[in-house]
């Protein structure tokens, strides 16, 4: 009997939740029979990168292409965390085990998933982190708590991303080093800022890796 789990996918900067659900097609495997999948779209906002444009966003990003050493918009960050932990409380209330929920995310989706796993209360199943950043200066590591570093983290890049550097993906690591968690991190050679079949077969197999059995 597969355990229920929930996988919650966010999208990058100017995109939208239905134009991702394709990725559901990735995960064919038994494991998955019982999987609820979430797809939200981000509010429209205006981000100060595009010149103020009003486009979908879940915070506002300051410079493109994000660098390891561009500025932190934590604040804005912050408030999209609170909306991303809603998502998964209401998943809990209806009885969901945490460890079984998954949250993934691409570009700026991928800087709000490592934002909403760090600052969750409890441990989840994983956060998959795909051509993302660090979104917030290492102050916030005070606020991790100790269940939350056991949440394990899957972060991929490619090394020719000209939007997000590959520099901004290597500073993850090392981060999450500091604040006494364990990361998994795939580098994918000519690889721009975009995600690949392949990386979802890795991200397939790391939520059947860690899905807790229903038991």
């Known amino acids: 009997m597969a355990a229920r789990s929930f996988v919650l996918w966010l999208h990058g900067l100017g995109d ?4 991702n659900e394709p990725i559901r ?9 019982n999987t609820r999948w979430s797809f939200p779209s981000a509010p429209h906002n205006r981000v100060s990168c595009n010149y103020g444009a009003v486009m979908p966003s879940w915070f506002d990003i300051f410079e ?7 500025p932190k918009n934590e604040k804005d960050v912050l408030q999209a965390v609170e909306s991303v932990h809603a998502m998964i409380n209401k998943e809990v209330a209806a009885g ?3 460890e079984n ?7 700026q989706g991928g800087a709000l998933t490592l934002a909403s796993v760090l600052l969750y209360p409890k441990a989840l199943g994983g956060g998959a982190v795909f051509s993302g950043w660090v979104p917030f200066n290492s102050s916030i590591i005070e606020r991790i708590s100790p269940e939350a570093k056991k949440t394990p983290i899957l972060w991929s890049h490619g090394m020719a991303d000209q939007t ?3 520099g901004a993906g290597q500073a993850g690591p090392p981060f999450l080093e500091q604040a006494g968690m364990t990361c998994e991190f795939k580098a994918y050679p000519n690889l721009g800022h ?5 990386e979802l077969h890795t991200l ?3 939520i059947k890796k860690h899905l807790k059995s229903s038991s």
């Open 64 to 70: 493109i292409p994000v660098s390891a050493e561009s």
């Open 96 to 98: 969901i085990n945490p």
């Open 164 to 166: 997000v550097r590959f």
């Open 25 to 33: 097609t990735f995960f064919s495997s038994p494991e998955f029979k």
């Open 204 to 206: 397939e197999s790391f």
């Open 16 to 19: 939208s939740g239905p134009a």
């Open 101 to 107: 929920i998954f949250v993934c995310g691409f570009s």
């Open 194 to 198: 975009s995600i690949t079949p392949e």
